[in-house]
């Protein structure tokens, strides 16, 4: 009698873990949820315009950044924090999501901005030392008016 239970246990497992393997979809678990633990997000301001940024501030998080993401929410975009002001380089590889990146100095103006081409690794770099960079759908800056000389508020 026991091993029957047994029998009947294990074939119940591995109906749900085979249920459950086809019910997941690796492509749609990255349509706009971050993979792995969820970033802190921060609302930033650019004038008028309100910004929800995921806060990359480690190692890992930064190296991840917006990879495999194929949509962003309206007016949701990516901070990327350094321990200390450098020359900044982004590229987009596993990124299929053309993107648009403002490289910004510790009081909030934004130094340039870059569109990066998706699936790419184009180097994108800042053109002063900067702690902060913000990445936002592609266009995302240049549709509200918003270019170099501009503060990005909230950062800190």
Request: proline share 6%; charged share 15%; with cysteine.
């Amino acid at each position: 009698m026991l091993m029957l239970f047994k029998q009947r246990s294990l074939m119940a497992a591995l109906f749900v873990f085979l249920f459950s393997m086809l019910a997941y979809s690796p492509e749609s678990a990255c349509q706009t949820a971050p993979i792995g633990p969820s970033l802190p997000v921060k609302t930033l301001g650019a004038g008028m315009h309100r910004i929800q940024a995921e806060v990359a501030a480690t190692d890992s998080s930064r190296s991840r950044g917006l990879m495999f993401r194929k949509e962003l929410a309206p007016n949701h975009g990516m901070l990327f924090v350094f321990e200390q002001a450098n020359v900044q380089c982004f590229w987009m590889r596993n990124t299929p999501l053309p993107l648009s990146i403002a490289f910004i100095l510790d009081d909030g103006t934004i130094t340039n901005i870059a569109d990066m081409a998706p699936m790419t690794e184009n180097s994108h770099c800042s053109t002063a030392p900067v702690r902060y960079t913000l990445e936002m759908e592609q266009g995302w800056f240049a549709k509200r008016g918003i270019t170099a000389g501009k503060k990005i508020t909230g950062i800190q």
